[in-house]
């Protein structure tokens, strides 16, 4: 019955390990996709405004 109970804390200590380890991996992670969306938002801050209003740049003409 040792043996049991020995290899269930060994396994409950093999999972913690694994745990810690996958939350710094999830918390890597999401730095990286807040980085990239703020270098996302300031590229797409960057670019020039399309016009939403008037006849230049509002309509789109096409012939077939």
Same mark, same amino acid.
């Given at each position: 019955?040792?043996?049991?109970? @020995?290899?269930? *804390?060994?396994?409950?200590?093999?999972?913690? %390990?694994? /745990?810690?380890?996958? @939350?710094?991996? /999830? *918390?890597?992670?999401?730095? *990286?996709?807040?980085?990239?969306?703020? =270098?996302?938002?300031?590229?797409?801050?960057?670019?020039?405004?399309?016009? =939403?209003? %008037?006849? *230049?740049?509002?309509?789109?003409?096409?012939?077939?």
């Amino acid at each position: 019955m040792d043996m049991s109970v @020995e290899s269930a *804390v060994s396994v409950a200590i093999s999972l913690q %390990g694994f /745990n810690a380890a996958q @939350e710094q991996q /999830n *918390v890597l992670l999401r730095k *990286v996709l807040d980085s990239q969306a703020q =270098t996302i938002a300031s590229i797409m801050d960057s670019m020039p405004r399309l016009a =939403t209003f %008037g006849p *230049v740049g509002t309509q789109l003409h096409v012939t077939a």
